[in-house]
């Protein structure tokens, strides 16, 4: 979602920049809200990562500037919201600096940017805890009975109108990772060489320079994505796909021919669910279909070269490539992370967009610690 920093005073209006369906939506509510209670001045939705259990920003409707930007931690650091998850009821803090050393960066960052009250509550989609919803008002004691009463419908409807995009969006990966899972891909492709690289990717998107940077919305869908960048495999030979030793040319112009099966099968997917009017959507295509461009225009199928290359697709390349590097293979040991990361550079502008390197090599401390995190489940 790409909600801009908004006009900062109390009556300014919201701006709406480049914003998805559900980012408009969730803009008329924050109006219609605003309406009936003006310091309500923020509305929030924060997704959870099944796979780490982090809480991650996805949606905002701010009047000022959005405190939160690519805001990420982890569930358990911050009881409070467990609690709330756990009872499955919202949460009223009508005094915010009198709980303040609270237990998040998160409430820190409301109180520094004027906040003073908030309603918060939990989103499920049956049991599953898809995140929570924030509703942050610029003065005090504001969430008054009537007021909640208000709020609570219009959760309500938020998170239905969340759990709807969620739900289609998480039929069509379901699917395919099913593909993968009963395909007959080498051990090394699935479980987590796509756990870790979908991160890897998600961490090159948030350190992404200036108007480069992915918004929150965009990049969960990156992580969601990411990992279906090789569904095409499904349809090579298994004696190529799980030759232990290298391919020969034919071998390897076949093999190549992963992108285009893996680009028609899930634009027969996508119309199939009828998924075209999902925002995003064609970010699961370009994903799939540009991940072996090179940035130097040397790569495959289209030959594409530097910005003409869908920038989800040079992240993914980048971090595809890195976690293949240090990962362990039938033919190769792991590679350290500076090794990896020296790779990176070198190739940096040849096969790697340098902004999409750059992020990951400079950001060494958190991709080892992805590496860590996943690491049990590695070959
Ligand atoms: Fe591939
Ligand atoms: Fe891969």
Request: aromatic share 8%.
């Amino acid at each position: 979602m790409a909600f801009r920093p908004m006009t900062s005073t109390a009556n300014g209006t919201l701006r709406v920049c480049a914003p998805s369906q559900l980012g408009k939506r969730l803009a008329t509510v924050h109006e219609q809200l605003a309406a009936f209670c003006p310091p309500i001045s923020r509305v929030a939705v924060a997704l959870l990562d099944p796979a780490t259990d982090q809480l991650h920003s996805f949606l905002h409707s701010t009047r000022g500037d959005n405190p939160l930007p690519g805001y990420t931690c982890a569930l358990d650091e911050v009881p409070s919201l467990v609690q709330i998850a756990r009872a499955r009821r919202a949460r009223v803090q009508n005094d915010l600096p009198a709980v303040q050393g609270g237990d998040s960066e998160h409430g820190r960052r409301l109180l520094e940017a004027g906040y003073r009250a908030s309603y918060t509550a939990p989103m499920f989609a049956g049991d599953r805890l898809l995140g929570f919803l924030f509703f942050d008002a610029s003065a005090r004691g504001v969430f008054t009975p009537p007021v909640c009463a208000r709020v609570e419908v219009y959760a309500q409807l938020i998170a239905l109108l969340v759990e709807q995009e969620q739900a289609s969006i998480h039929t069509l990966t379901a699917a395919i990772r099913t593909a993968i899972r009963f395909g007959r891909f080498r051990d090394e492709e699935t479980g987590a060489h796509l756990l870790r690289m979908s991160h890897y990717a998600h961490l090159i998107a948030h350190h992404l320079p200036g108007a480069s940077r992915f918004d929150d919305e965009r990049m969960e869908f990156l992580l969601l994505f990411a990992p279906l960048h090789d569904i095409g495999k499904i349809a090579i030979p298994d004696d190529i796909l799980r030759k232990p030793g290298p391919l020969d040319a034919d071998e390897m112009a076949r093999m190549r021919t992963h992108v285009d099966h893996g680009y028609n099968l899930v634009r027969s997917l996508i119309e199939e669910f009828e998924l075209e009017r999902l925002d995003h959507i064609d970010m699961l295509r370009n994903i799939i279909r540009y991940h072996h461009e090179n940035f130097d225009g040397s790569g495959y199928n289209a030959g594409l070269a530097g910005t003409a290359i869908p920038l989800e697709a040079r992240i993914v390349k980048v971090a595809d490539v890195f976690d293949a590097l240090t990962s362990v293979r039938p033919y190769k040991r792991a590679w350290t992370l500076d090794e990896a990361c020296a790779y990176l550079e070198t190739e940096s502008g040849r096969q790697f967009d340098p902004a999409c390197a750059a992020a990951l090599v400079h950001n060494r401390g958190e991709a080892a610690a992805i590496r860590k995190r996943f690491t049990d489940l590695s070959a």
